[in-house]
């Protein structure tokens, strides 16, 4: 039947409404479908642990048990003594099934395995299972976060959000400020200027941005805005999604001192009157620098009416000029390990 052209639109409509209930049902299948994987992963575990406590077996169930499951089920994957280890090891790790259905049973089963090899501390697993549900990680956006110890840093900056923005903006914004922050993905000098490091971090957008954390949005650097006639520039200026509001990007190479925090001041009642929409909330400034002392951070932010946080930074630091050619090669090295060797 052909469709004429003035339903062509509701058709595509219906067709787009299709797709999308197909789309939505193929997710949440595969999510169903991992979720019974990693429960049953969770329950062939716990079976192993105990069983291996009342009867005194060793570790070398475990190589049986895989050979004797692969004979079984030849077409399935997942039963290797590897994967047996880590489903005994995840059972170990979640002994509380309600507390496992809410968040591991929610995540890929490799997701599992990245927490299991580098996390020890059951609490720490727990936050990175949230924010690996809350964020959508990958399991190297996983690892990555896991290797940069994200827990010990995430609402770590010093901010005066609880005296100037209302709740529960407050407790989000502060909550998405680290300290300090880790540029390692940097490699640049000890004295490096601001501008070298902004133009660094534009360079390296992406991973900024995953540094930054979700809902960061880069709108643009050295951003111009103009008061009585005269041209200011931002550092950094991106929008947060989540917080609906503009954030402000103040680098600083040395040490943190009062005066920044009133340039700041300045900047975000220049966005508020020249950028913010209507609906927007208060725009944010987040002033990173070298070093910073808690207290006189901690005073200058006290007579701010505008809400900001300080925070430090890392990156990695290149080798002075004058030591560069000075180190052996990794050739030399080698060689000389190999020569130390002893004979047979």
Not at 79 to 95: D, V
Not at 306 to 314: K, L, S, T, V
């Amino acid at each position: 039947m052909e469709i004429r052209e003035a339903s062509a639109q509701t058709y595509a409509s219906l067709l787009a409404s299709i797709k999308e209930r197909i789309r939505s049902a193929q997710t949440c299948a595969a999510a169903a479908v991992n979720q019974e994987l990693v429960l049953l992963y969770w329950g062939i575990g716990r079976e192993i642990l105990a069983r291996q406590r009342e009867e005194g077996w060793g570790r070398g169930v475990i190589p049986r048990l895989a050979r004797d499951l692969a004979a079984q089920f030849p077409e399935m994957k997942g039963l290797s003594a590897r994967n047996l280890g880590y489903m005994k090891a995840f059972a170990e790790a979640w002994p509380d099934k309600s507390i496992l259905q809410q968040l591991a049973a929610k995540l890929p089963w490799f997701h599992n395995c990245v927490m299991l090899d580098r996390i020890k501390e059951p609490g720490e697993r727990l936050w990175y299972a949230r924010a690996a549900i809350d964020n959508g990680w990958s399991r190297n956006t996983l690892a990555i976060q896991i290797e940069a110890g994200l827990h010990r840093r995430q609402g770590k900056a010093i901010t005066n959000f609880d005296r100037t923005l209302p709740e529960p903006q407050s407790d989000l914004a502060r909550q998405l400020l680290k300290d300090p922050y880790n540029f390692d993905f940097l490699t640049l000098s000890h004295d490096a200027r601001e501008r070298e490091l902004e133009t660094g971090l534009v360079d390296h957008i992406r991973k900024f941005l995953l540094e930054l954390g979700v809902g960061f949005a880069f709108v643009g650097s050295q951003y111009p805005i103009e008061v009585a006639g005269e041209e200011y520039r931002l550092d950094l200026l991106f929008y947060h999604l989540k917080l609906r509001c503009f954030v402000v990007l103040d680098l600083k190479g040395g040490p943190f001192v009062p005066e920044h925090a009133g340039k700041m001041n300045f900047y975000l009642a220049a966005v508020d009157d020249l950028l913010r929409h209507p609906s927007d909330q208060p725009s944010i400034g987040l002033i990173l620098c070298k070093t910073k002392k808690r207290l006189v951070v901690e005073y200058a932010l006290r007579g701010t009416s505008a809400p900001m946080g300080i925070a430090e930074f890392r990156h990695l630091e290149r080798l002075p000029a004058e030591f560069q050619g000075s180190l052996p090669a990794i050739e030399d090295i080698e060689a000389e390990l190999a020569s130390r060797e002893p004979e047979d």
